[in-house]
């Protein structure tokens, strides 16, 4: 029963709960990224080409997490939703790790056997990019299945209101990696194929630890579930419901910046390294958003499977704030700290370090906008409506991809195709949290009306 308490985000102080929530979420996706950052750095100083070759299988990670949707956003939305209405949890547990442990060994296989025309796609001009590309993916096409079943087993405990357990053991897998990393690629003199090995089995730790962790979980409405077993008919429909928008709108995502990177490509392996570094630090810009986002996803789908409305609206108003603030701080870092940044990933590659200053500089643009779109697309997940921002984001994609081609064709080059991403960004993370605004939830408007800042001084006391 304390196990429960500990976890219930239908009671108590909002602006407590989702900071103490949101702060072990916010670690988890630094740790996450700090997988990439890891191999980048090293990656680094062998040299930009091969910085290159790992952002391209960066790029197929994205199209690998097009299925992994399906378990992850399962287990948030199914476990958050039925601990709130006392449903069947145990059912959801079971059917999301189960499509995770399905479509996982489907993705594995399939970017094992096909890994030659998924690196082709990109038309790499620089053989050895190209080589080193393939390499890299045959010895990490493990990892992108085995992360299907680290991602499902951090979503249920998430979405029970427990995100410290995945922080402290994605941490200390990070950890592992960062020391594996040096050692393959510079001791064993392995190369490329060093910092695949190193991610992989620190993925496999990771996956392992985690579902151990999972199966001695005490909260009452997750212990004791099956992982693994047959799928109830209606819970599979369920999550299809639930997922296939989200997986629809990321498949068109990864299809645009595939053909983005195309683009991109044509400028060299320069561009190509500018492209990967500047978006891990963008990125990085969004590990909290992004923890805010987690927290208040689970936040929402409890209220809303326990009929708590007021909470709901008084837990978005306070999401605004935080992520406004944190919005204000990322562009300064960005405009600021441009050259800093590159010059920690690859020191001696004055080029690639020109060229990352101005991606930084034209990603500014668009970090309010993608912060607020954390708070927009929370609260379309925790009420399970996932449609409307998936069509959203689809246009927005596609349109870059048209600007993205224009304006490559001009003298800006590949800032031209810069231009276009922070572009089509801001305007998906402006459009996510204005339709989440006037369309998830009408009655949120009704708080502008009441005195907000007697509202956030008191949630913070107040249930």
């Not at 601990?83 to 094992?112: E, H, M, Q, R, W």
């Not at 630890?209 to 199966?215: G, N, T």
């Not at 928008?245 to 990177?261: G, K, R, T, Y």
């Not at 600021?336 to 001696?348: D, S, T, W």
């Amino acid at each position: 029963m304390q196990s429960a308490q500990k976890y219930d985000l239908t009671s108590g102080p909002i602006g407590i709960k989702l900071i103490k929530m949101s702060l072990p979420a916010m670690a988890i996706n630094l740790t996450q990224m700090m997988y990439s950052f890891v191999d980048m750095a090293w990656l680094g100083r062998l040299s930009s080409a091969a910085v290159a070759s790992a952002g391209v299988i960066g790029t197929l990670g994205w199209l690998a997490m097009t299925l992994q949707l399906f378990g992850s956003t399962g287990a948030q939305i199914g476990v958050s939703q039925n601990i709130g209405s006392n449903g069947d949890v145990k059912g959801y547990v079971k059917a999301s790790l189960t499509l995770s442990l399905v479509l996982g060994s489907i993705t594995c296989l399939a970017f094992f056997f096909f890994r030659n025309g998924l690196i082709g796609f990109f038309n790499i001009t620089d053989e050895g990019v190209k080589r080193d590309a393939i390499t890299y993916l045959a010895i990490a096409a493990p990892a992108l299945g085995l992360r299907y079943l680290t991602q499902t087993a951090a979503s249920i405990f998430n979405a029970s209101g427990n995100s410290k357990t995945p922080f402290i053991i994605t941490g200390c897998t990070l950890a592992l990696n960062a020391v594996l990393d040096p050692i393959a690629i510079f001791t064993l003199n392995l190369g490329i194929a060093g910092a695949s090995i190193a991610t992989t089995v620190s993925v496999a730790i990771e996956a392992t630890v985690m579902l151990i962790a999972l199966k001695r979980y005490k909260h009452p409405a997750v212990s004791k579930a099956k992982f693994f077993g047959r799928i109830e008919k209606e819970k599979l429909k369920s999550i299809f419901h639930w997922a296939y928008p989200l997986a629809l709108e990321l498949l068109i995502f990864v299809s645009c910046v595939m053909l983005v990177s195309r683009i991109v490509a044509s400028f060299g392996y320069e561009a190509m390294a500018t492209q990967r570094i500047g978006n891990q630090i963008d990125q990085f810009s969004y590990f909290v958003a992004g923890g805010f986002s987690t927290a208040l996803s689970a936040f929402i789908g409890q209220n809303y499977g326990a009929g708590r409305h007021d909470r709901i609206r008084r837990g978005f108003w306070i999401s605004t704030l935080f992520m406004g603030i944190w919005g204000v701080l990322t562009t300064a870092n960005l405009l600021l700290f441009n050259r800093l940044f590159f010059k920690l990933f690859v020191p001696n590659e004055p080029a690639v370090i020109e060229m990352g200053s101005q991606y930084l500089k034209i990603f500014s643009l668009c970090q309010m906008a993608a912060c607020l779109e954390g708070v927009g697309n929370s609260v379309f997940r925790g009420y399970g409506k996932t449609m409307t921002p998936a069509v959203s984001s689809t246009l927005t994609n596609i349109l870059r991809v048209i600007l993205a081609f224009t304006l490559s064709k001009t003298e800006l080059r590949q800032n031209g195709v810069w231009l276009a991403i922070a572009v089509t960004a801001f305007l998906r993370g402006a459009g996510s949290y204005l339709l989440s605004l006037f369309s998830a939830y009408p009655k949120i408007p009704q708080l502008a009306q009441e005195k907000s800042c007697e509202g956030f001084n008191a949630d913070f006391s107040k249930p």
